[in-house]
């Protein structure tokens, strides 16, 4: 059966995602892009909301200028509304493609209204080829599953609608309907890894097995499945061990769950604070560090994006931390950040806190240097600073990270744990220093 306006309709009408209220095609002028922003036009007045069409100039080739004003005569011919937007690619160790993806969609989410549909026109073949590259790479079941067709996405969902489509549908419609459309030649570039495997291996494996991309995207549904259903595992198994709160894991209960599910349980952990997940090589070396570490020990591991750290038997994990920031005066007027990771300082009236003059003459806000001492409000005697840190049970990747508030010699407050003695507020309403947005601490 071949593809059709009303096929297409039929798809759009059995997506489980909230109903649009508009759709916004992704449209570059090539050949898929263009059969559906035609269909989709030509099925307009059966579906409940308005179609427009957006098109992105990554300024990579001699002719960008000449596709876009061809994107905006399509539109034009279609009769819906239009827009494009020029980015800037800057490559990355991932290559020239990945890094023009992620600077086309942080556009295309820029140009999304809430609760509009941004559909894309990725098709049965794009479905074989991201599967194939997620096999060669050693991806997981959620990699494998390869392209979801509808997701979040900015403030609407991302769907793609032919995904049940072969190329070769889209192809026999575009000659139908007589549709002009773009060959960019950076496609048929084999240094690139899919188009490697669309001209010199997917070819090969079409002449052998012709059903092999449809074939393959029934794989990737059953790899979705999967990995659905260990992600429901690992919610239960997180709510289990750490029914209060999951900003760290009782590493004892994690080990207890044997390998592969502590595995599936820190990728999901992870996912769920944002953070990137490490390769199965980190993962696994993790996993044994924790399950060889002494009491006195701290393992901890690092990635591109994220820190992982075993202290007092628990795990904490985070986007690694900014060195310390210099020195700063600050009187408490405005909130004084810390960087980008360690959170701000605000200084708020209530009761108790720091004395309300010696903040308004302001102080020096500075990081441990090491044999700081303080008398804490309410102790008998001064401490050193490190020893209060331990005893509290401070991590000590944050010990160095801690704001230290100077009024002249005098070490007035220690973040938001402790006011000096001789600095606090004993009658009527201090200045509470409150640290927003802190790592965790403990």
Request: charged letters at 20%.
């Amino acid at each position: 059966m071949r593809f059709s306006a009303e096929r297409l309709l039929a798809v759009l009408q059995r997506i489980d995602a909230p109903q649009a209220d508009g759709y916004v095609v992704a449209f570059s002028g090539g050949v898929d892009s263009s059969v559906l922003l035609h269909a989709l036009v030509a099925i307009a007045d059966e579906l409940p909301a308005p179609v427009r069409a957006v098109h992105i100039n990554h300024q990579l080739q001699p002719q960008a200028e000449d596709w876009e004003r061809h994107c905006r005569r399509f539109a034009a011919a279609a009769g819906i509304d239009y827009q494009s937007a020029a980015v800037t690619v800057s490559p990355v160790a991932a290559g020239l493609e990945a890094a023009a993806r992620s600077a086309r969609y942080r556009a295309l989410k820029t140009l999304l209204h809430e609760g509009e549909w941004l559909l894309t026109a990725h098709h049965a073949d794009d479905q074989l080829e991201t599967v194939l590259l997620q096999l060669l790479r050693g991806g997981g079941p959620a990699g494998i599953a390869g392209m979801p067709d509808a997701g979040p996405f900015g403030t609407g969902w991302h769907v793609r609608p032919l995904l049940g489509f072969a190329r070769t549908e889209l192809d026999a419609y575009a000659a139908l309907a007589g549709l002009a459309y773009l060959d960019d030649p950076s496609n048929t570039d084999r240094r690139h890894d899919r188009n490697f495997l669309r001209h010199e291996v997917v070819t090969r494996l079409k002449e052998r097995w012709p059903a092999a991309a449809m074939t393959v995207s029934r794989a990737a549904r059953h790899a979705a499945q999967a990995s659905e259903l260990l992600a429901d595992l690992a919610a239960l198994d997180l709510g289990r061990i750490a029914p209060v709160s999951a900003e760290t894991l009782p590493v004892a209960s994690l080990l207890a769950l044997g390998r592969a599910r502590a595995a599936n349980l820190l990728r999901y952990w992870l996912a769920q604070r944002g953070l990137p997940l490490p390769d199965t090589r980190r993962l696994d070396e993790l996993l044994a560090q924790l399950q060889t570490a002494a009491d006195d020990k701290a393992p901890c591991a690092a990635w591109a994006g994220a820190e992982v750290h075993c202290w007092r038997g628990r795990l904490y994990a985070f986007v690694p931390l900014d060195a310390p920031a210099p020195t700063a005066h600050w009187n408490g007027a405005d909130p004084l950040r810390l960087g980008s990771g360690p959170g701000e300082l605000h200084a708020v009236h209530g009761p108790g806190g720091i004395k309300a003059d010696i903040l308004a003459r302001g102080v020096q806000v500075r990081f441990r240097a090491g044999g700081e001492r303080i008398r804490p409000a309410g102790h008998p005697h001064h401490r050193e600073l490190k020893n209060l840190l331990q005893e509290a049970g401070v991590v000590p990747w944050m010990r160095a990270r801690i704001p230290l508030l100077w009024s002249g010699e005098v070490l007035a407050a220690v973040g938001d744990l402790w006011i000096a003695e001789e600095c606090a507020a004993k009658d009527g309403e201090g200045m509470r220093i409150e640290w927003r947005n802190r790592p965790n601490l403990f």
